[in-house]
């Protein structure tokens, strides 16, 4: 096993995972190409959301790359940090609102 | 980022001399010869379509030190071209009516003090041309402040660098308070009615990256721009032309200094289009530097490469037929026009 779980150099390789199981690979690159073409949402759009589930499922590779993607489209350094707000915002949420399941149970289980 | 304030001419930096600025683009091994690239698309040797653009830089002085000039060009900078030079450009394009369009570059070209009387020259020939005004020079001194009627009045096509519609990345690539003064400026032009539906007086805005990464989509980052500079600044403008940084001079010193030029080479090498190859815009240019030199561009013009030496060197001796027979001189910065949607003076080159 490797020192470090993450290498950014690892990043280019990501079109290898093709060498095994191609037909799936493939399929999903294919897929992931026509996702992010300018459609009813422009690509910088696109690249705003990429970048901020990319904080949400806090994955280092897609952080590069979507940093660098949201630069080369033209988003603004207040875009892309507003676009992690709101990950951050949904995820607190996310975690706050299961809250009410929890007094739900104390509800259950207290006199 | 902190911009120096002086050149690297001045600061007397390796990175000011051209051989030495070749021998670090020859360096990366790793990365194939461009010229070998154009052989697998049977580009190679690189020949003219035929010139119909004749690019002047009148000098390298400028009331700006930009953090990415590919001149390095600045307020320390004495190189400007005399009147004499502008004669002999002069003489080259009345006996070359292939060219219709002049494209005065520097430096801040309105800061040679010959510029007004070049322009009034050009403008009797009828040629097209094309100035590329950094803005903020037409705030920089009472003597500039009738600029914009002075580029009316001989319909002057104005092409300006804005790298962003925020003060933040604007004043990081060119000087702190440089995106108030440009605002200030684009409205001034405006005023005279330039980027006005109509009023056929066109300006044009430029857009390269302030940072090690390639530019975006031309139409859609135009739109962008238009939305953003109408809301925040009431600004009318033509078109964006997206141009990428080419690894030379300030921009190659960044590179180093930050760290990316490697990752910067190899995203242009990964990027290269065939297509963009084959538009590339010293097919249909000259460019002439402030002494007169002959260059396939302004950039091989800051590296010191000569058009091939079959060939004119010297605007006293210009011959377009001769020129256009030309094959012309590559080296790897030329990845930088190859990337993508391709870049040239013009913007993006493919669609």
């Known amino acids: ?111 | 980022m902190a911009l120096s304030a002086t050149s690297l001419h001045r600061q007397k930096h390796e990175l000011s001399e051209p051989a030495y600025q070749l021998t670090v683009l020859q360096q990366g091994a790793q990365f194939p010869e461009f010229a070998a690239q154009l052989q697998q698309h049977n580009l190679y040797p690189l020949k003219p379509t035929g010139a119909t653009i004749l690019q002047v830089n009148v000098g390298k002085m400028c009331n700006q030190t930009c953090r990415h000039c590919h001149v390095d060009a600045g307020p320390d900078r004495k190189e400007i071209m005399t009147r004499e030079t502008m004669q002999l450009c002069l003489d080259a394009l009345v006996k070359s009516p292939d060219i219709t369009t002049i494209d005065l570059t520097g430096g801040a070209p309105e800061m040679n003090p010959d510029f007004r009387w070049f322009v009034e020259e050009l403008s009797k020939l009828g040629k097209q041309i094309v100035v590329r005004c950094n803005l903020t020079i037409i705030l920089a001194n009472k003597k500039y402040h009738d600029m914009p009627l002075f580029f009316k009045e001989h319909k002057v096509q104005v092409v300006s660098s804005l790298p962003y519609f925020a003060a933040s990345r604007t004043d990081a690539q060119r000087g702190d308070g440089v995106f108030d003064k440009s605002i200030k400026a684009l409205q001034l032009l405006n005023e005279v009615g330039y980027g006005k539906a109509g009023s056929g007086l066109q300006l044009d805005l430029v857009y390269n990256p302030s940072g090690a990464f390639l530019p975006a989509a031309q139409q859609s980052l135009e739109a962008e721009f238009k939305r953003r500079l109408k809301s925040g600044f009431d600004i009318d403008f033509n078109n964006l032309f997206c141009i990428t940084n080419l690894p030379i001079s300030r921009y190659l010193e960044y590179l180093m200094q930050s760290g990316n030029y490697e990752s910067y080479m190899e995203k242009l090498v990964d990027a290269f289009n065939p297509a963009a190859a084959a538009s590339v815009m010293c097919r249909n240019t000259i460019s002439v530097g402030w002494d007169g030199y002959l260059y396939d561009c302004d950039f091989n013009q800051m590296l010191e490469l000569h058009v091939s030496p079959t060939a004119p060197q010297h605007i006293r001796d210009f011959s377009l037929a001769a020129l256009n027979k030309r094959d012309i001189i590559l080296n790897q910065h030329c990845y930088g026009c190859t990337a993508g949607a391709g870049s040239s003076c013009g913007g993006q080159t493919v669609a």
């Not at chain 1, 300018?38 to 990429?50: P, S």
């Open chain 1, 1 to 111: 096993m490797e020192k470090t779980y993450y290498d950014p150099a690892d990043l280019k390789k990501f079109g290898d995972i093709t060498k095994l199981q191609p037909e799936m690979g493939n399929k999903f690159f294919d897929y992931y190409g026509e996702v992010f073409k300018e459609g009813a949402l422009t690509a910088r759009e696109k690249a705003l959301i990429a970048l901020a589930v990319s904080h949400a499922v806090q994955c280092p590779y897609c952080i590069d790359a979507y940093t660098s993607d949201c630069l080369q489209k033209g988003a603004d350094e207040n875009q892309m940090m507003e676009a992690v707000h709101v990950a951050a915002a949904i995820k607190g949420g996310a975690a706050l609102v299961h809250g009410v399941q929890m007094m739900n149970k104390i509800k259950e289980l207290t006199m």
